[in-house]
């Protein structure tokens, strides 16, 4: 059994900035990935940022250069450090992992942008 829990999220002014934080309930380096996703008003949900056991790093085109996803074992925790947050970053922020050949997410994190 994994669980994940998402912090910081808020509402920020375009150009600002956020830090989303997910602490996960067991030692992070027996996942072999974590990820943020998220969903947007009306649209599908979308890999943002991922982070294997190996620190390779993935992201979606639309976040590259502005976002940075990071962990800290010590802690089990995943960062995503959101800078020059665009409108369209306007969404519910999801904590995923794979455990055991089983999804695990966090409950969501609203991150609202304003023009």
């Known amino acids: 059994q994994l669980q994940l829990v998402e912090s910081g999220g808020g509402l920020v002014q375009a150009g600002g900035s956020l830090r989303l934080s997910c602490a996960a309930s067991?030692?992070?380096?027996?996942?072999?990935?974590m990820g943020w996703y998220r969903q947007g008003p009306g649209k599908q949900r979308e890999l943002v940022a991922a982070?294997?056991?190996?620190?390779?790093?993935n992201y979606a085109d639309s976040v590259k250069g502005r976002f940075t996803i990071s962990r800290d074992d010590a802690k089990n925790t995943v960062h995503l450090q959101m800078n020059s947050l665009k409108p369209e970053d306007t969404a519910v922020y999801y904590c995923?992992?794979?455990?055991?050949?089983?999804?695990?997410w966090g409950q969501g994190t609203q991150v609202t942008v304003s023009a």
């Open positions: 982070i294997t056991s190996g620190a390779i790093t």
């Open positions: 067991v030692n992070i380096f027996r996942l072999n990935s």
């Open positions: 995923h992992s794979y455990y055991f050949r089983t999804d695990y």
